[in-house]
T-cell receptor
Framework: DTAVSQTPKYLVTQMGNDKSIKCEQNLGHDTMYWYKQDSKKFLKIMFSYNNKELIINETVPNRFSPKSPDKAHLNLHINSLELGDSAVYFC????????????FGEGSRLTVL | GNSVTQMEGPVTLSEEAFLTINCTYTATGYPSLFWYVQYPGEGLQLLLKATKADDKGSNKGFEATYRKETTSFHLEKGSVQVSDSAVYFCALSGAGGTSYGKLTFGQGTILTVHP
């Protein structure tokens, strides 16, 4: 059983479209994250939710909207996609006050044409 | 704010060579330090961690020591294998309870090990 699972794994779309990436964790963790990895492998946090409540929003354009229907799920919706949104998006989870150990999904590679 | 700087890659080694990947950090307080590894096509996974000064983290033959005086957490392995080929990330987690585990990552170092 995959601990942190993301779908889809690959996404190719046109500029201007709207797309969503889903994430689910079965670890019972309280906190979930979205990270963006660019073409140079640099990783940057986008959002963090603790028990469905947004706690970190790192200066991400408001075209990106996370949604957490329950503490096991954190979805990412992106409106009006731009070329610069092409990246690998990683979902992760951790127990509350887990000391920084994050459990990552396998990533969703988004390509905007 | 917090930041992590890793040595530039890519790093290419022969099997059984000694590996060092340098990592230095800037942070307020007493952060926890981590090395994560990303194998091709996979997500990141924790390799080792240290939560206070002079702690040594170790796993799978890799080691790193939390050096507060030099603000460093260099990764070492005495004898690398082809299966160690991956991207290695140094990271820190802010001190205190309000960070909720937010990690600041270094830029990653690509390691390729040849037979």
């Amino acid at each position: 059983d995959t601990a942190v699972s993301q779908t889809p794994k690959y996404l190719v779309t046109q500029m201007g479209n709207d797309k969503s990436i889903k994430c689910e964790q079965n670890l019972g963790h309280d906190t979930m994250y979205w990270y963006k990895q660019d073409s140079k492998k640099f990783l940057k946090i986008m959002f963090s939710y603790n028990n469905k409540e947004l706690i970190i929003n790192e200066t991400v354009p408001n075209r990106f909207s996370p949604k957490s229907p329950d503490k096991a799920h954190l979805n990412l919706h992106i409106n009006s996609l731009e070329l610069g949104d092409s990246a690998v998006y990683f979902c992760a989870s951790s127990p509350l006050r887990g000391g920084g150990e994050l459990f990552f999904g396998e990533g969703s590679r988004l390509t905007v044409l | 704010g917090n930041s992590v700087t890793q040595m530039e890659g890519p790093v290419t080694l022969s099997e059984e060579a000694f590996l060092t990947i340098n990592c230095t950090y800037t942070a307020t307080g007493y952060p926890s330090l981590f090395w994560y590894v990303q194998y091709p096509g996979e997500g990141l996974q924790l390799l080792l961690k240290a939560t206070k000064a002079d702690d040594k983290g170790s796993n799978k033959g890799f080691e790193a020591t939390y050096r507060k005086e030099t603000t460093s957490f260099h990764l070492e392995k005495g004898s690398v294998q082809v299966s160690d080929s991956a991207v290695y990330f140094c990271a820190l987690s802010g001190a205190g309870g309000t960070s909720y585990g937010k990690l600041t990552f270094g830029q990653g170092t690509i390691l390729t090990v040849h037979p």
